[in-house]
């Protein structure tokens, strides 16, 4: 009975050592190679924006399944750091597909071929010049979050607010979102943005006869009201425009014509400007 027992305590140890292996390789992780680069605009300065690396579905080299999928790596001040699955000892066909997404532009696609190794490769030793025939990555779309910068400016620009009117002036409200201007319609909107009382009205004088003698030596002539502003007075001399400054100056509603452009005796003197009331 002695021995007996001893030979069952050591199948059991046996058993149990084996039950051991195969959990833990049940569990283990297939082995990861670092790709691990930096990359740089032609100036100089650091790249930032996406990865895209997407794979169709292969069996590693021991024997770990690894279904087809997409990974988003981010690229931040040209730093490059991802862990992937070595494909060239990989039981079956495998490779990475590699789509550089830049300022929110894909500027690129290359293939990856990744071998085992226990310290970080460069691009430049896994990049492959042919790329394979795969199935289309899972997913191509560019997102926000992919456009440096962009998750910001979305945030600061105005939206439509509980107040906002179609065919109204937009002004932003106290939350900043757009608001239609809502107004009596007797109201003016100032230079400042805000609702107030209009202005003087425009009146136009046409072809009035300043008052004034014609007689060869009187240059002073005056209008019924004041012209608003100076430069809407056109003057006439019997059809010809006269020119302010050269020909008369003007001081509110007096017109004074300068020597050699007197009006003469028979001469039609008529006048067109506008006002305001």
Same mark, same amino acid.
């Given at each position: 009975?002695?021995? !007996? ?5 050591? =199948? ?8 051991? !292996?195969?959990?833990?390789?049940? @569990?283990?992780?297939?082995?990861? *190679?670092? &790709? ?16 895209? !690396? $997407? @794979?169709? +579905?292969? #069996? ?27 494909? *060239?000892? +990989? /039981?079956?066909? =495998? ?16 293939? @990856? ?24 990555? %899972?997913?191509? $779309? !560019?997102? &926000?979050?992919? #456009? ?45 943005? $805000?609702?107030?009382?209009?202005? %003087?009205?425009? #009146? ?9 003698? /014609?007689?060869? =030596?009187? %240059? ?7 012209? &608003? ?11 010809? /425009? ?36």
């Amino acid at each position: 009975m002695r021995i !007996i027992h001893k030979a069952a305590i050591r =199948a059991a140890v046996v058993l149990a050592a084996l039950l051991g !292996i195969g959990a833990g390789a049940a @569990w283990a992780t297939p082995p990861l *190679t670092t &790709i691990q680069d930096q990359l740089f605009r032609a100036d100089g300065t650091p790249v930032n924006g996406t990865l895209l !690396i $997407s @794979w169709t +579905a292969f #069996v590693a080299s021991d024997n770990s399944n690894i279904p087809a999928n997409t990974l988003r790596e981010p690229v931040s001040g040209g730093l490059v750091r991802v862990k992937l699955v070595p494909t *060239t000892t +990989a /039981l079956t066909t =495998a490779s990475y597909t590699v789509m550089y997404l830049v300022d929110g532009k894909l500027t690129n696609t290359e293939t @990856w071929s990744v071998p085992p190794s226990t310290t970080p490769l460069p691009i430049r030793m896994v990049r492959t010049s042919t790329p394979p025939v795969t199935q289309p990555p %899972a997913d191509t $779309s !560019i997102q &926000i979050s992919d #456009v440096a910068g962009l998750s910001d400016s979305l945030a600061e620009r105005p939206a439509k607010g509980a107040g906002y009117l179609p065919g109204r002036i937009l002004i932003p409200d106290s939350n900043g979102d757009l608001s239609g201007m809502n107004g009596a319609p007797d109201q003016c909107v100032r230079g400042d943005g $805000s609702l107030g009382p209009c202005g %003087a009205n425009l #009146v136009f004088i046409d072809l009035e006869t300043p008052n004034g003698a /014609l007689n060869g =030596a009187n %240059a002073a002539f005056t209008l019924s009201m004041t012209p &608003i502003p100076t430069t809407s007075l056109l003057l006439f001399r019997n059809g010809l /425009l006269q020119k302010l400054g050269v020909d008369f100056t003007l001081t509110g509603s007096s017109i004074s014509f300068q020597a050699g452009s007197v009006p003469q005796p028979g001469d039609l003197l008529q006048a067109s400007y506008r006002v305001a009331q």
